[in-house]
């Protein structure tokens, strides 16, 4: 068992990131948000003019990518082989591309090897879709968390209008289903729920509850694991 590491997997959407960082605040641990290096290995793909389709490129790029995280003035931003791509990878051509590019396995492997090295010290909180299944299956404390995917669309139409992106509610919920889709039925990692995970449905619930409850579980599943 893995202590001091705290795996949060789920839907986009489901409060993931916001409380995996302020889970890891509280803790004083290192938060590692591993969809920003699907998202920075999908930026890198786009910026480098490669097709979705072009396995062979993607895959070297994969392979050489250090995607690094950095913090800055209290702010996390992300790099990948040199170029900080914090902005970049939000935008909506990354988001719209990103689940197929981190279905290609070469980039899976190099992503996972990397998620790995960052926890080796442990006192970390990773979230993803596939950290208490397939990265650290050993991890003392895995949560999944969920949300209706019409919460769960409003959220992330809130967080983009505040980037300045005006989307289309309805086609922002229809994209995110078709992510589900994509993320839940792909051969490699895919996004269930942990046998020893415990499942939170945040609808309806405010974000400091859902926090209070991880460190809790943590508490309870880690100080003597
Ligand atoms: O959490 P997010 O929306 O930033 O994730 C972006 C994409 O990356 C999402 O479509 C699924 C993929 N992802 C993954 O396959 N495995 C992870 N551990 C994290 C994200």
């Given at each position: 068992m893995k202590q001091n590491v705290i795996a949060i997997d789920g839907p986009a959407g489901s409060g993931k990131s916001t409380v995996a960082e302020k889970v890891a605040e509280i803790l004083g641990f290192v938060y590692i948000d591993t969809g920003a290096m699907y998202r920075a290995v999908t930026a890198r793909v786009l910026d480098g003019g490669f097709a979705l389709t072009d396995l062979n490129h993607i895959a070297e790029l994969a392979k050489r990518v250090r995607v690094r995280f950095s913090r800055e003035q209290g702010s996390v931003h992300v790099w990948a082989e040199g170029v900080d791509v914090t902005e970049e990878i939000r935008n909506p051509e990354v988001t719209a591309a990103v689940a197929q590019v981190s279905q290609v396995p070469a980039v899976r492997e190099a992503m996972i090897r990397l998620q790995r090295e960052m926890a080796a010290e442990g006192a970390v909180v990773l979230d993803g879709r596939d950290i208490g299944t397939v990265v650290l299956p050993d991890a003392c404390a895995k949560i999944f968390l969920t949300a209706s995917v019409a919460e769960r669309a409003q959220r992330r139409w809130l967080e983009m209008k505040e980037k300045g992106y005006e989307l289309d509610l309805t086609a922002l919920q229809q994209e995110m289903e078709k992510r589900d889709r994509q993320d839940s039925e792909?051969?490699?990692?895919?996004?269930i729920l942990a046998e020893d995970a415990v499942l939170l449905d945040t609808?309806?619930?405010m974000i400091s509850a859902v926090v209070d409850r991880v460190v809790n579980i943590y508490r309870e599943r880690c100080n003597n694991a």
């Amino acid at each position: 068992m893995k202590q001091n590491v705290i795996a949060i997997d789920g839907p986009a959407g489901s409060g993931k990131s916001t409380v995996a960082e302020k889970v890891a605040e509280i803790l004083g641990f290192v938060y590692i948000d591993t969809g920003a290096m699907y998202r920075a290995v999908t930026a890198r793909v786009l910026d480098g003019g490669f097709a979705l389709t072009d396995l062979n490129h993607i895959a070297e790029l994969a392979k050489r990518v250090r995607v690094r995280f950095s913090r800055e003035q209290g702010s996390v931003h992300v790099w990948a082989e040199g170029v900080d791509v914090t902005e970049e990878i939000r935008n909506p051509e990354v988001t719209a591309a990103v689940a197929q590019v981190s279905q290609v396995p070469a980039v899976r492997e190099a992503m996972i090897r990397l998620q790995r090295e960052m926890a080796a010290e442990g006192a970390v909180v990773l979230d993803g879709r596939d950290i208490g299944t397939v990265v650290l299956p050993d991890a003392c404390a895995k949560i999944f968390l969920t949300a209706s995917v019409a919460e769960r669309a409003q959220r992330r139409w809130l967080e983009m209008k505040e980037k300045g992106y005006e989307l289309d509610l309805t086609a922002l919920q229809q994209e995110m289903e078709k992510r589900d889709r994509q993320d839940s039925e792909r051969e490699l990692s895919p996004l269930i729920l942990a046998e020893d995970a415990v499942l939170l449905d945040t609808t309806g619930v405010m974000i400091s509850a859902v926090v209070d409850r991880v460190v809790n579980i943590y508490r309870e599943r880690c100080n003597n694991a």
